[in-house]
């Protein structure tokens, strides 16, 4: 069965795609020091590709399950539009060209970051963590963290206190990230038996875990300019941001299991807190650039 182009970038997940290409690039344009434009695109290429790659095979291992959920009942693999054995060979491929494109590009250092990240998500995340236990997201937030970490290390060839905070930052935004939107999803999560935080523990347990690792959260979104490494264009965007953000978290947490039906305010957290992340990483950039000027 010849897979339509469509379903394979389907596989990449490309909603998901485009934060991690952005917090890449952010973390490679606050970099000290420079690199050549073509080198930075094919480290941003591979950090695209190796994500997608880890997308793909998601979808592979979770073929099964994903057709038991009605959010992801469409997606090619359980829709049946294509052969498991495509999305295996499609992500794999993608997988290795991302690492040694990386390293040929910029060094071996970003190279190992990026395969790092594609097998912690591959290998811990999803066919470890995520069908055994309620922690998975918030040990599995890992995965996501990894491409500051990658962008930084392409331009400079180390690893710096900035991307680290980075992040950190993006490992405790992920639990109430994903919990928002797994307690309006929380159904679909229980029909294909994925143990996520709603389903074990209830959501009053998830309300409050959400509003708890918002305030985690809220700390390493200030670490970067509390320990000296951005200026006040950071601070004050992280400020205002985090405050937002957890007043969205504290009106969910507040909320109680009376009205399933009605699940705005979770839907509210879950959208503006892709924002946040994009406005932060954004603001490290404009920030960095500031200080440069």
């Known amino acids: ?92 491929g993608l997988s290795v060209f991302s690492v040694l494109l990386t390293g040929l590009a910029t060094n071996w250092l970003a190279a190992g970051i990026l395969a790092v990240s594609i097998a912690f998500y591959v290998f811990v995340y ?21 491409p500051p970490l990658i962008g930084w290390a392409a331009v400079t060839g180390d690893i710096g206190m900035l991307p680290l905070a980075l992040f950190f930052l993006v490992f405790f935004w992920t639990p109430p990230h994903f919990w928002a939107l797994s307690l309006f999803v929380r159904m679909d ?37 509390l320990l000296g490494l951005t200026g006040l264009v950071y601070g004050i965007t992280a400020l205002v941001g985090t405050l937002v953000f957890a007043a969205m978290a504290l009106q969910v947490s507040l909320r109680r299991e009376d009205d399933p039906a009605n699940m705005k305010p979770e839907r509210r957290l879950f959208k503006y807190s892709m924002l946040y992340l994009f406005i932060l990483f954004g603001a490290v950039v404009a920030d960095r650039w500031v200080l440069a000027a």
């Open 1 to 92: 069965m010849p897979a339509d182009w469509r379903d394979l970038v389907a596989l990449t997940k490309p909603r998901v795609l485009t934060l991690v290409v952005f917090i890449g690039l952010c973390g490679m344009l606050a970099a000290p020091g420079h690199i050549h434009p073509i080198l930075g695109f094919a480290a941003i290429l591979g950090i695209a590709l190796g994500a997608g790659g880890a997308g793909a095979l998601n979808q592979w291992y979770e073929a099964d399950r994903d057709l038991l959920m009605k959010r992801t009942a469409n997606r090619p693999l359980p829709a049946g539009r294509m052969l498991r054995e495509t999305a295996l060979h499609f992500g794999v």
């Open 189 to 225: 999560y229980a029909n294909a038996g994925i143990p996520m935080l709603p389903v074990v523990a209830g959501e009053v347990v998830t309300r409050r875990q959400i509003l708890f690792y918002t305030s985690i959260m809220g700390v390493a979104a200030m670490a970067p300019v």
């Open 126 to 146: 999803t066919m470890w963590l995520k069908p055994r236990t309620p922690q998975n997201i918030v040990i599995g937030g890992a995965a996501g963290a990894f």
